[in-house]
């Protein structure tokens, strides 16, 4: 796993202790924190994810978020990940047929914000020169756009 460090930014952190961050959805701690409210607040939680990168620059942490709820509305689909954990696969086959083919676009179109100009995340890998993160999110649109086919 290639991973970089950065100053973590969750509210669960205490100071500024530095988190891991992998280049897949799954690999990085303001992602997993957010899990826990996924878990607790259903499909609503992925489509308010998704839609925080509505709008101007977006942080590392929303980038983050709505690229694991972007990995989730393609796992909900049919189309997987590799690495889905074992919770996620339970939460997809509990609440994945709620999503609709508008979920799935709106997950797209997050995800292609990430990867553009206006995107704290894009920058960091960009810096970091790791080719693997935007191959990682590449896979993840192919994913969602087989699910709209």
Known sequence: MSAILVPASSGNRKGNQAGAWGYLPFENDDALDWLDELEAGGVDV?????????????????DSIAIVAADITAACQGNPSGDLPEHVADWVAAHGAE?????????LEAVGRVAGEKSELAELWDDADEPEWRESLDDLSERLRAALR
């Open 99 to 107: 999503l609709t083919p508008e979920d799935v676009e709106l997950a």
């Open 46 to 62: 992925i489509r308010g994810a998704l839609a925080k990168t509505n709008g101007g620059y977006v942080g590392a942490q929303e």
